[in-house]
């Protein structure tokens, strides 16, 4: 069982940055695939973000703003959120997908808000 916890939401204006971390309380390996998602008032949660196996991919939406990154040896996961705009207000959540065993954990979720 894999507990994951977000931190470092929060209100901010248009244009402004923020990042997010989230920590896992088990070991997450190389071969993990860790995601961001978000999901927005009256809207399906949708894919922010994925890294795996040094790869990484992100929304058309975020590309160029968003930055993802993983520590595997401190077992955090990260991202880095810059040029906000009032779209991108979500609350996030962060996604570990497992293979083998096939398992898939969230986090609680986090509020984004960006003011205009």
């Known amino acids: 069982q894999v507990q994951l916890v977000e931190s470092g939401g929060g209100l901010v204006e248009a244009g402004g940055s923020l990042t997010l971390s989230c920590a896992a309380s088990?070991?997450?390996?190389?071969?993990?695939?860790m995601g961001w998602y978000r999901q927005a008032p009256g809207k399906q949660r949708e894919l922010v973000a994925t890294?795996?196996?040094?790869?990484?991919n992100y929304a058309d939406s975020v590309k160029g703003r968003f930055t993802t990154s993983r520590d595997n040896a401190k077992n955090t996961v990260g991202l880095q959120m810059n040029s906000l705009k009032p779209e991108d207000t979500a609350v996030y959540y962060c996604?570990?997908?497992?293979?083998?065993?096939?398992?898939?954990?969230w986090g609680q979720g986090i509020q984004v808000t960006v003011s205009s």
């Open positions: 890294t795996s196996g040094g790869t990484t």
């Open positions: 088990g070991s997450i390996f190389s071969f993990d695939t």
């Open positions: 996604n570990l997908r497992r293979p083998i065993p096939s398992r898939q954990y």
